[in-house]
């Protein structure tokens, strides 16, 4: 039977009693003292319970994107985000399923940091790809000219009852 060393206990109930500290200093009127804060995130230590409390997001929603291709005919562009590059109708409707509009994990982390604001510069990247996927795999009156990322969001609200959504304009872009 394997068994950790005393050094190998005592520096894992180190880390264990700095957490609980780090933590406590986010609900109560507890003050890390000054010289140990640089520790947590030099160890990557810091640990945050802000998903949960004081208080979790209110806001929530999903993404359309319509784009006119070279006909003027419109297409939902999400598809892109599936690999899927048929015309589909737009449609602005809640999904059933919101999380089943994206391809896997990933687009959905991807999506969710594009909303906010710290990360605006990166929407004409996005623009970019979009562009550059659909056009490769269309061409003449089915290739896409413009297109707008548009949030819907809906707000939650006291009772469990949801706002009205409303449509957020986050990116205009031009493929050419």
């Known amino acids: 039977m394997l068994r950790s060393s005393l050094v190998t206990n005592l520096l894992a109930f180190l880390f264990l009693l700095y957490i609980l500290c780090w933590n406590l200093t986010t609900v109560s009127v507890f003050t890390m003292p000054e010289r140990l804060i640089p520790v947590g995130p030099f160890l990557g230590l810091d640990q945050s319970w802000s998903m949960f409390a004081p208080s979790p997001s209110k806001e929530d929603g999903w993404y359309v994107i319509p784009g006119t291709l ?17 015309v589909h109708e737009v449609s602005w409707e809640k999904p059933q399923d919101v999380n089943a509009t994206l391809k ?3 687009w959905r982390k991807y999506m969710e940091n594009l909303y906010g604001e710290e990360n605006a510069d990166q929407r004409v990247y996005f623009g970019q790809y979009i562009c550059r996927q659909w056009n490769a795999r ?16 809906e707000m939650t609200l006291p009772n469990y009852q949801r706002s009205t959504p409303q449509e957020v304009i986050l990116w205009n872009h031009s493929c050419f």
């Open 138 to 153: 269309h061409t003449g009156a089915e290739q896409l000219m413009t297109f707008k990322i548009t949030y819907m969001l």
């Open 70 to 86: 070279r006909d003027g005919q419109q297409t939902d562009l999400m598809s892109v985000t599936r690999d899927d590059y048929g």
């Open 104 to 106: 896997n994990e990933h």
